[in-house]
């Protein structure tokens, strides 16, 4: 399904979104179709710019820019943060200590291929050859909203993983992560 932008984009890539000052936490849901063109620009649906709390009156323009920073995510996909988010981010990974080495290979990674975007008047992001490539970005993308962040996957990365999450036994799972304890209370 073709959103009304017409456009959808493609790979495990995930944009990394939390609009601070409009967007409240865990505000963000649904599943975007988008599509890269052939200079690697994406538009990001109207529909998720308004959830983002961008409205047609606050796209880029020279005066007010909407800055985000884009990098490698922890699998193999990119991770979109407005330009805040990233600082905050940023600025946790800076306050760990230099001297040890894990420390220093997780501000490495984050660092890694980070580049500064802004969206266009068109409410596009031009997104650097090197991260689609290391996402596998071609044309058709899935971007999956939850909470804060957006997820954009190949299409059809996307659908195998949720195709294999359906066979396992989902509540088992959820059980194992989210706890079988009541809230307050400790297993014993």
């Known amino acids: 399904?073709?959103?009304?932008?017409?456009?959808?984009?493609?790979?495990?890539?995930?944009?990394?979104?939390?609009?601070?000052?409009?967007?409240?936490?865990?505000?963000?849901?649904?599943?975007?179709?988008?599509?890269i063109d052939s200079k690697g620009r994406m538009r990001v649906p109207s529909a998720l710019?308004?959830?983002?709390?961008?409205?047609?009156?606050?796209?880029?323009?020279?005066?007010?820019p909407q800055v985000f920073v884009l990098n490698r995510g922890f699998e193999k996909n990119l991770v979109l943060r407005p330009k805040a988010v990233w600082d905050s981010t940023i600025a946790k990974f800076s306050a760990l200590n230099q001297f040890n080495?894990?420390?220093?290979?997780?501000v490495r990674y984050m660092y890694r291929g980070a580049?500064?975007?802004?969206?266009?008047?068109s409410g596009r992001i031009l997104l650097k050859k090197q991260l689609l490539d290391f996402a596998g970005?071609?044309?058709?993308?899935?971007?999956?909203?939850?909470?804060?962040?957006?997820?954009?996957?190949?299409?059809?990365?996307?659908?195998?993983t949720f195709n294999e999450e359906a066979d396992e036994d989902m509540a088992a799972f959820i059980e194992e992560v989210m706890g079988a304890e009541e809230p307050g209370q400790k297993e014993e």
Do not use: H
């Open 49 to 64: 710019l308004r959830e983002i709390g961008i409205s047609d009156e606050m796209e880029s323009s020279e005066s007010n």
């Open 101 to 106: 080495r894990k420390n220093r290979k997780a």
């Open 137 to 160: 970005i071609d044309k058709e993308v899935t971007l999956f909203a939850q909470g804060d962040t957006v997820e954009i996957w190949a299409t059809d990365i996307y659908n195998e």
């Open 1 to 35: 399904m073709v959103g009304k932008s017409g456009n959808l984009c493609k790979k495990n890539l995930i944009l990394y979104y939390k609009y601070t000052n409009k967007v409240d936490n865990n505000d963000l849901l649904g599943e975007y179709p988008c599509k």
């Open 115 to 121: 580049q500064k975007l802004e969206l266009d008047a």
